[in-house]
């Protein structure tokens, strides 16, 4: 726990931070006396900020002589120093704008929500869409594609759509699917995918009283269970990333990409968060060594109730927590209604 500091440190802390994030320059005495209206002199600031690096809230940088906040001092103002900076009506417009002129189908929701927030914070976000194996399923239908084959359409209470097409048996017409279709909605309606291979199919299979069939309508849902077992990441923002000045080292940009990559390792992540409400992780707090220079704040959304995913943004300690934290509540409370004009 952060030791208790007086109301001028945190004056002289606030404004190091502020600075420091809107500069990525190391910060000294004389620019906050010139910036900021604190109140002491130059020399009282130079004391103060000496002796915040002493009590480990800022560190001195050896190739130059100001200084830069630490994780424990960004936690400090995070948790209590941070100035609320709201989603202006304009934005939420803007917003609402962009779901509307760009989103068709439920999976672009969350590409969009991803690309919304990059470009909104100037960082990385990561977007981690429904499971369907958490989804009640909803409904089942049939496409003919050509005489041989068919469309399978699976949907889910969270509107989420998966589509395979897989062929017919021989003798079989499209009208058998669309009757299969009747028996499999009537009796796995409203079950969750990952509890439908318990349910009883011994009534679908005597509604279907045609084996080649009922085996297609198995192989159907099996593909739907294997389907519901990968989880989905969106990514954004990678190229607003390299527009930071922390990545204008290649070997870091590199190293970053690189760990972008490891998909199972964010989903890790975003997965330790999950339930949380609006989490923010700084630098040193992070588990895994990539990520100590950077910091991540996460948010959780529901459906009707329901745990659905989670939206994060991914930057350098560096970033303006504020402006990002109000987003994400902002897009975490906004995304159930956006999925919701999904529902079919």
Known sequence: MAEPIDERKQRVLKAVIDDYIETAE?????????????????????????????????????????RVPSSKGYRFYVDGLIPPKPVSDEE???????????????????????????QVTKNVSLVLAPQLNQAKFRCLQFLPLDDYRVITVLMTDAGFIENKIIEMPSGATFEDFQRMAKVINANLAGHTLDTIQHHALAEIRDEISDEPLYESALEIIHRALDTGKKERLYLGGTTQMLDQPEFHDVEKVKETLMMLEEEELIKDILYAHMGDGLEVTIGQENEDKHFKDSSIITATYHLDGEL????????????????????LEYMNSNLTNVIKRFHW
């Not at 068709?104 to 929500?113: G, L, M, S, Y």
């Not at 659905?308 to 987003?327: D, F, H, Q």
């Open 92 to 118: 939420k417009v803007l917003i609402d704008r962009w779901y509307n002129a760009r989103v068709k189908r439920i999976d672009e929701v969350f590409q969009e929500t991803a690309h919304i927030i990059s």
């Open 26 to 66: 190391p910060v000294g005495s004389r620019t906050l006396a010139r910036k900021y209206d604190l109140g002491v002199s130059p020399a009282t600031i130079r004391n103060e900020m000496a002796d915040l690096e002493m009590l480990g809230y800022l560190e001195h940088l050896h190739t130059s002589s100001g």
């Open 308 to 327: 659905l995913g989670t939206i994060a943004v991914l930057g350098p300690t560096r970033m303006e927590y504020a402006k990002a934290m109000s987003l």
